[in-house]
């Protein structure tokens, strides 16, 4: 029999319960302040449910605007049922995009804000601009419900200004939806339990923001720029020369448990953690080098790559400009910033709204 002294079972146990629990799913806050709306379809009917002082409210209707009861500070306009945008666009003169936002609502409106993206009434203020999201407003923070409905309503402002926003789903999209809950904020879990559904069903096919992450891009090609959260392997090369099947697999598979899409041949180089779209860091952790950046962006065609999900403190220049991450750590709710690309210039704005020029990267990063 081996024998083994106290401390170092102590230490053992430590470690093996700290493994196991960065796993665990939170238990739920034990009250809710305000959250919602949460809108299902039912026919032409709306169900508008918010959770106010730990308490449902209830409202039926049939007209496209419903009014703010609490969490969500404004009217919420339902568009018809989301489509399926283009996978592939034409250049577009001005760009600004963003990612990683992570439930920091407060800290989202007062950089676009200051950047003059939205006015003081939080309402579109581009025009014919775009505006990119690069995935990841699900989980951490504790004003998830307020970042969809914004960006939702923002996508139908800016179209009708002849602009657009492009929302490009994360990885912790798609957590969510196939039930991985470890980082979801516990005030979201008390919200499920008063609304008696699930997280993930509070998400579902039949509710307004679930069907429009649904049609939601993994791929987003603007003229020689890809978008997307997590990057493009040398391994997945064949997921980036076909964008319209590649989303199109990613919306077919969202909400199959993880277990099964991982399992399945044809779906698991979707979802896998280290070279899949939504996953991939191999530009920052010295997996890829510049020469092999540049032979991605010749195959593919493209000018740069632009992703978050590897936090960094600054939108950051890699590899000379090809590569440029934008998940500026938001997710910490203290501080962001917003890449600009006008006219093939490259500039980040603040939080205080001046421009500055981008920061370099520094590679050897596994966030």
């Known amino acids: 029999m081996i024998h083994r002294s106290l401390p170092f079972l102590l230490l053992v146990g430590l470690l093996a319960s700290s493994a196991s629990g960065a796993r665990d799913v939170p238990a739920p806050a034990a009250h809710v302040d305000a959250d919602g709306p949460y809108v299902v379809r039912d026919g032409e009917t709306l169900q508008a449910r918010w959770i106010c002082d730990d308490k449902v409210v209830s409202h039926e209707q049939t007209a496209r605007r419903i009014a703010p009861v609490c969490g969500y500070p404004h009217p919420v306009d339902i568009a018809p049922a989301a489509v399926p945008p283009m996978d592939v666009l034409p250049a577009a003169p001005r760009i600004v995009v963003l990612s990683d936002i992570h439930g920091q609502y ?10 003059g993206i939205i006015d003081a009434q939080d309402r579109w203020a581009r025009g014919t601009d775009t505006l990119v999201v690069a995935g990841d407003v699900f989980d951490r923070g504790p004003k998830v419900t307020e970042a969809f409905w914004l960006l939702y309503g923002l996508q139908q402002q800016a179209s009708a200004a002849g602009g657009a926003v492009h929302f ?8 969510v939806l196939y039930d991985d809950l470890r980082y979801v904020n516990p005030k979201y879990l008390r919200s499920a339990q008063l609304l008696g559904r699930s997280y993930p069903q509070l998400y579902g096919p039949d509710s307004v923001i679930g069907q429009w992450l649904r049609t ?3 791929l987003l090609r603007i003229g020689d720029a890809l978008f997307l959260h997590g990057g493009i392997s040398p391994d997945a090369l064949a997921l980036a020369l076909d964008p319209a099947a590649t989303n199109a697999a990613y919306r077919a ?4 448990p993880r277990d099964q899409v991982k399992a399945d041949p044809a779906t698991a180089p979707l979802y896998d953690g280290k070279t899949s779209p939504i996953w991939y860091r191999g530009y920052f952790d010295g997996r890829l080098d510049t020469d092999g950046v540049q032979a991605v962006l010749d195959r593919l065609g493209l000018k740069r790559i632009v992703v978050g999900h590897t936090s960094m403190p600054h939108v950051s220049s890699f590899h000379g400009d090809r590569i440029i991450a934008v998940d500026s750590s938001i ?22 709204g001046t421009r500055v020029a981008l920061a370099a990267g520094v590679t050897g990063r596994d966030d």
């Open 253 to 256: 598979s969202l909400g199959t």
């Open 216 to 218: 939601r891009p993994v």
């Open 106 to 115: 407060d800290l989202l409106v007062r950089l676009l804000r200051a950047n």
């Open 168 to 175: 490009v789903l994360g990885n912790h999209e798609t957590m």
């Open 331 to 352: 997710k910490n709710g203290e501080n962001g910033e917003l890449l600009f690309i006008e006219e093939g210039r490259l500039s980040r704005g603040l939080l205080d």
